[in-house]
């Protein structure tokens, strides 16, 4: 079975611009998560969507948003970037999203912002 | 509320001795606890979760953890290291029967180095 997928795995984007990034979950999982990892911050909670619905949102600004398709692919967007929006993005997918069920984490995007 | 604490930032060991990544957790009920490890530009992985049945937890790759409700711990152990277990992993934990990914929390991580 096909791991979770991400792309693009490497962006460059400059401040002010906007940028979208996709993730395809392991077939059959309903659930996807995006994380924003970086040096400082170490792994934070983006969002979820099961179901093409957003199920839980983390403490970032507006800027940030995501959708999930019918096919549980899901995409997320940043506008307006900022430089301290470089960082990694993780998505993770899970079958049912439950906190005991395992996440199975794409490689990333490596998104710079200059 | 939950948290975790990964005691360690940074542990060198040489190959073939054992290995000990330190993580405590705060948590008002009793928890279910994950440990990932992420090699460079990679995702993570699991390596092995706690979700209250055995209390030593056995993972891939030879790692294991036991799970100590009187200390609070979940530390990470292997008998032998070996060059391939340099990475950095992680301590996650999230309350028990949650039915929401989000409540997972994740500790800051220690980076292991292997040394011949």
């Known amino acids: 079975k096909a791991g979770v997928t991400q792309t693009p795995r490497y962006l460059i984007k400059t401040r002010g611009q906007q940028v979208t990034l996709s993730c395809s979950p392991i077939?059959?999982?309903?659930?996807v998560s995006w994380y924003q990892q970086t040096p400082g911050q170490g792994l934070q909670f983006l969002f979820e969507y099961f179901s093409e619905t957003q199920r839980n949102k983390g403490n970032f600004p507006g800027r940030f948003s995501g959708r999930q398709f019918s096919n549980s692919r899901s995409e997320m967007n940043v506008s307006t970037l900022e430089l301290g929006d470089s960082a990694l993005y993780l998505c993770?997918?899970?079958?049912?999203?439950?906190?005991?069920?395992?996440?199975?984490f794409g490689p990333g995007t490596r998104l710079l912002v200059l | 509320a939950q948290s975790v604490t990964q005691l360690d930032s940074h542990v060198s060991v040489s190959e073939g001795t054992p290995v000990l990544l330190r993580c405590n957790y705060s948590s008002s009920y009793s928890p279910s606890l994950f440990w990932y490890v992420q090699h460079p530009n990679k995702g993570l992985q699991l390596l092995l979760k706690y979700t209250s049945a055995a209390t030593l937890v056995k993972g891939i790759n030879g790692f294991e953890a036991e799970f100590k409700k009187s200390e609070t711990s979940f530390h990470l152990t292997k008998p032998s290291a070996h060059m391939s277990d340099a990475a950095e992993y992680f301590c996650v934990v999230t309350p028990p029967h949650t039915g929401t990914a989000s409540k997972l929390t994740f500790g800051t991580g220690t980076r292991l180095q292997v040394t011949l």
């Open positions: 993770a997918s899970s079958l049912g999203g439950t906190g005991q069920e395992t996440q199975y």
């Open positions: 077939s059959g999982h309903r659930s």
